[in-house]
């Protein structure tokens, strides 16, 4: 099993930035994909992006081009860069491990209007 560490969130007015980290414990961390999810309130859990060991990059539609995954392998850490936020951007924003399915405590992103 691996734990998922995430931070960065906070409250933002809407356009602005917030930069996530999901810190990874274990060693097999830099051969596998790591994905970030978000759930807004009342609504379900919402996959946002991946990031396999290579680099190839996956992103959700409503999130192409404003937002950025990059991995940091030397730190065990996955960046969730999120640009010209929107209101409908709040949320929890959780990492998840997929091959154990092993998810974080989640970070909390509010954007304001």
């Known amino acids: 099993q691996v734990q998922l560490v995430e931070s960065g969130g906070g409250l933002v007015q809407a356009g602005g930035s917030l930069r996530l980290s999901c810190v990874v414990s274990?060693?097999?961390?830099?051969?596998?994909?790591i994905e970030w999810y978000r759930q807004a309130p009342g609504k379900q859990r919402e996959f946002v992006s991946r990031?396999?060991?290579?680099?190839?990059?996956n992103y959700a539609d409503s999130v192409k081009g404003r937002f950025t995954i990059s991995r940091d392998n030397a730190k065990n850490t996955v960046h969730l860069q999120m640009n010209s936020l929107k209101p409908e951007d709040t949320g929890v924003y959780y990492c998840?491990?997929?091959?154990?399915?092993?998810w974080g405590q989640g970070t909390q992103v509010t954007v304001s209007s």
């Open positions: 990031i396999l060991s290579g680099g190839i990059t």
């Open positions: 998840r491990f997929p091959i154990f399915n092993s």
């Open positions: 274990g060693s097999i961390y830099s051969i596998n994909t």
